[in-house]
């Protein structure tokens, strides 16, 4: 029986520009992807600092959850 360790993932990256959530204060580097975040209210889950609208290039992630916003 041959085992897999060591074998590399040929599957291709994808990514995509995503709207996120920014967080604005200077001490706090906190980021939520907009299909992710769990209220309509924008502010910062760690400092509660208010959060402004951006665009990333991220990699490719589907949200399952029954909570989705979508």
């Not at 360790?5 to 920014?22: C, D, P, S």
């Not at 299909?35 to 959060?51: G, Y």
Request: charged share 25%; glycine share 2%.
């Amino acid at each position: 029986m041959a085992m897999g360790f060591g074998r590399k993932n040929t599957e291709e990256i994808k990514m995509e520009e995503v709207k996120v959530w920014e967080c604005t204060s200077d001490s706090c580097n906190c980021w939520v992807r907009d299909n992710f975040k769990s209220s309509q209210q924008h502010s910062c889950p760690i400092c509660k600092s208010e959060m402004k609208e951006a665009i990333r290039e991220l990699q490719v992630v589907n949200n399952n959850s029954i909570y989705s916003n979508n």
